[in-house]
């Protein structure tokens, strides 16, 4: 039995940061306890121990999801701590990434329905996002009708030069304005 997830816990919060499993003959197998803790947690990582003799079982861990194996010899406490600590960094990145996505998601949503026209346009003109209240300015029914297609084609032709000369002012980050 190895539990991972915290007793109680509604919101599948783990128990541990990561698990290391000691390939020592035991009650049972650690490729059985790999498996164990895989199928509760399969995000959770997971290093193996392994003595000279178990190259069968670290190619098997790893096959199975181990993240790492360390070999018990000589100075393997260190190897350990070092692939600990890479484990900490890939999981300090993993949270990173994943507060990036949420808070873009929420500006994503801000974005989209707010009551003002909101077009994003690349240094070259081309419309790359917008949200729904700037259909309207394009008079167009769908974002993909306006997506993809450059901005400037959207006016008409005597305004078209004033806008190019508009986005390449922006683009150098000056501060620019067009009626």
């Known amino acids: 039995?190895?539990?991972v997830r915290a007793h109680g816990s509604n919101d599948g919060s783990l128990r541990t940061d990561a698990v290391v499993i000691d390939e020592q003959p035991g009650d049972a197998h650690p490729l059985q306890v790999l498996k164990s803790v895989k199928a509760q947690a399969s995000?959770?990582?997971?290093?193996?121990?392994?003595?000279?003799?178990?190259?069968?079982?670290?190619?098997?861990?790893?096959?199975l999801g181990a993240d790492d194996t360390v070999l018990k010899t000589g100075i393997f406490r260190r190897r350990l701590i070092a692939t600990l600590r890479r484990v900490h960094q890939r999981m300090e990145l993993t949270t990173q990434q994943?507060?990036?996505k949420a808070r873009e998601e929420r500006l994503r949503q801000i974005v989209e329905h707010v009551p003002t026209g909101i077009a994003v346009i690349g240094g070259d003109g081309v419309v790359l996002a917008m949200n729904a209240a700037a259909l309207e300015l394009f008079g167009a029914g769908k974002p993909r009708d306006v997506v993809g297609k450059d901005f400037r084609h959207f006016s008409a032709p005597?305004?078209?030069?004033?806008?190019?000369?508009?986005?390449?002012?922006?683009?150098?980050?000056?501060?620019?304005?067009?009626?």
């Open 1 to 3: 039995s190895c539990p």
């Open 43 to 63: 995000d959770l990582p997971v290093i193996v121990l392994t003595s000279s003799g178990s190259s069968d079982i670290a190619t098997a861990a790893l096959e």
């Open 98 to 100: 994943a507060e990036t």
């Open 158 to 179: 005597e305004f078209q030069s004033a806008l190019t000369d508009f986005i390449r002012r922006v683009a150098k980050g000056e501060t620019a304005s067009i009626d």
